[in-house]
């Protein structure tokens, strides 16, 4: 059964730093882009990041440009979202997602792009 397990949620100060981990099971992320994507309370799921299979291809939505940034292991089959200066309006669920496609395509910030998804970790930005 293929999974994604997001870890490394948690209550952090403003400009403080959180890194979030996502790792797969029962499948190989070698051949698929993963995708960042959260939610706040009372909003819409909005995509924050997405990265290719290759690890060279990176895209950013333009609230955490230069703030966050995403890596891969894949041989830990893990996707990383590093998230540098949080501020108190990222507060929300983060979720990760593969694509079943090694590229992110245009539409990378849509969920419909995507096909496997994890359950999500809470991020709290309070002082």
């Known amino acids: 059964q293929m999974q994604l397990a997001e870890s490394g949620g948690g209550l952090v100060e403003p400009g403080g730093s959180l890194r979030l981990s996502c790792v797969a099971s029962g499948f190989t992320l070698d051949y698929y882009a993963v995708g960042w994507f959260r939610q706040a309370p009372g909003k819409e799921r909005e995509g924050v990041s997405c990265l290719d299979s290759s690890g060279k291809d990176l895209n950013y939505a333009d609230p955490v440009i230069g703030r966050f940034a995403t890596s891969r292991d894949n041989a830990k089959n893990t996707v990383y979202l590093q998230m540098n200066s949080l501020k108190v309006e990222d507060t929300a669920v983060y979720y990760c997602?593969?694509?079943?496609?090694?590229?992110?395509?245009?539409?990378?910030?849509?969920?419909?792009?995507?096909?496997?998804w994890g359950q999500g970790t809470q991020v709290t930005v309070s002082s």
């Open positions: 997602a593969a694509r079943t496609s090694t590229v992110c395509g245009t539409y990378y910030d849509k969920e419909d792009e995507y096909d496997v």
